[in-house]
């Protein structure tokens, strides 16, 4: 079944950084999300990109479908970035496969 | 942008009661899911769910979990009875449809089982 891989685990940045985030995915999938888990545990969805680039405010994603890799690239990080990246696939196209996330601490 | 709900946002209850998490997902999404995060660990895959009936669930999914949307109501997990491994995030989610459509996820329901 699909698996999901993120790296870094975590990543402390001083505000006004960029960071590079990465999701790697064992089989081929048709949906690719991007997720922001707050440190009080609730769940905001981020980016769908199953394939390509797309922008929102300072967040791109760039999914390379045929290489199952995705990025998340976060410009001039703030203090309230801080908290967890979590990638998801679909596998089979009914669920979505969750990697462990990438936890982000930017400092001021 | 479009919202799910779920109610109660926190739960607590003794172990072998029974619990039923309820979610409101988007007004014209078809398919439903539920998920669970143990604190501090991965989110796993339970359920999908679409025209009444359990498309596919994980091994999570034990026989004491049951879902149900009676017409077009609250998309709703039951376990019965509850066990102290239950204690975790539930979050629900919805879709317009399968494969390469977005899934919208709610706040989640913290279920305590004491």
């Known amino acids: 079944g699909q698996q999901v891989q993120q790296s870094p685990a975590s990543l402390v940045l001083q505000e006004g950084e960029n960071a590079e985030l990465q999701c790697n995915f064992s089989?081929?999938?048709?949906?690719l999300q991007w997720f922001y888990q707050s440190p009080g545990g609730s769940l905001v969805s981020l980016l769908s990109?199953?394939?390509g680039t797309k922008h929102t405010g300072r967040l791109t994603s760039t999914t390379v479908t045929k290489e199952r890799r995705s990025s998340l690239h976060i410009s001039s990080s703030q203090t309230t970035d801080s908290g967890t990246y979590l990638c998801?696939?679909?596998?089979?196209?009914?669920?979505?496969?969750f990697g462990t996330g990438t936890t982000v601490s930017v400092s001021p | 942008g479009p919202k799910v709900l779920q109610i109660p946002s926190h739960q607590i209850i003794d172990m072998g009661q029974m619990v039923t998490l309820n979610c409101d997902p988007v007004?014209?999404?078809?398919?439903f899911y539920w998920y669970k995060q143990i604190l501090g660990q991965q989110m796993e895959f339970l359920v999908n769910?679409?025209?009444?009936?359990?498309?596919?669930k994980s091994k999570l999914f034990k026989d004491q979990f049951s879902v149900e949307r009676p017409d077009g109501s609250y998309f709703t997990l039951k376990i019965q009875p509850t066990a102290l491994e239950d204690s975790a995030v539930y979050f629900c989610?919805?879709?317009?449809?399968?494969?390469?459509?977005?899934?919208?996820f709610g706040p989640g329901t913290r279920l305590t089982v004491l």
């Open positions: 998801a696939a679909y596998q089979g196209g009914r669920a979505l496969i």
């Open positions: 989610a919805s879709s317009w449809d399968w494969g390469g459509y977005e899934q919208y």
């Open positions: 089989s081929t999938a048709t949906q």
């Open positions: 990109n199953p394939s």
């Open positions: 007004s014209n999404h078809l398919y």
């Open positions: 769910f679409y025209n009444g009936k359990v498309m596919e």
